[in-house]
């Protein structure tokens, strides 16, 4: 674990759920000292004491740990403004809407920051009927390979995995599509912007364009 609950969390937390420290205190079976303690930064709740801490302040341990009642607060969210999670140790992804903490394999993982789209990582979209159809000319071994394409609109996340040494190329439905992104192994994330009206000579154009830079 790499990340820990601070006192400063503990107080905001507490006082958002109107208790006092001795009324926290009871629930958690420690005495009013030691939280004191905690908020003024002069020690930590043992980690046997995260569970029934979460449950006295009444959220989760991974928003206890955030620093943030994730749950509770009813907060609006937007499928096109998510943030994207991917583990260099197993390849999970993980796709998220609102303020969270995501831990896989032992790590806390960073939120991705997209790239516009560059020559070596040129995402071509072509509109097949009703779907959009995705390529890219880019290696696929299994040293340097796309690891998965995705399409983002306001109602949902299509993601599809590829695989080394199969092709770089994906069918998404066009369902009000805002954004599509690639992932590579060695260079990260990057994006394209589409629109309901995508066509091919539009999409060379933006080619062109990120060639000309």
Not at 23 to 49: C, H, R, Y
Not at 98 to 106: A, L, R, W, Y
Request: contains cysteine.
């Amino acid at each position: 674990m790499d990340r820990y609950v601070t006192g400063a969390v503990i107080r905001k937390l507490r006082e958002h759920k109107k208790m006092t420290q001795e009324e926290l205190a009871e629930q958690l079976f420690v005495s009013s000292k030691a939280v004191s303690k905690w908020e003024t930064g002069q020690g930590f709740p043992d980690i046997s004491l995260l569970e029934p801490l979460a449950k006295a302040l009444d959220l989760s341990v991974i928003e206890l740990l955030s620093g943030a009642d994730i749950r509770n607060e009813n907060r609006t969210s937007h499928m096109a403004k998510g943030k994207l999670y991917v583990c260099p140790v197993c390849g999970n992804v993980v796709y998220a809407v609102g303020e969270t903490v995501v831990s896989c394999c032992g790590i806390t993982l960073p939120a991705l920051e997209a790239e516009p789209a560059d020559s070596a990582h040129f995402i071509h979209v072509e509109m097949v009927e009703d779907t959009y159809f995705i390529t890219m000319d880019h290696p696929m071994t299994k040293e340097h390979y796309i690891s998965f394409l995705m399409a983002v609109s306001d109602q949902g996340v299509q993601l599809v995995k590829l695989y080394p040494e199969g092709n770089a190329e994906a069918r998404v439905q066009v369902n009000r599509v805002k954004q599509i992104y690639a992932y590579c192994n060695r260079h990260g994330l990057f994006q394209v912007p589409v629109s309901p009206r995508c066509r091919t000579e539009e999409n060379t154009k933006y080619k062109e364009r990120i060639e000309n830079i």
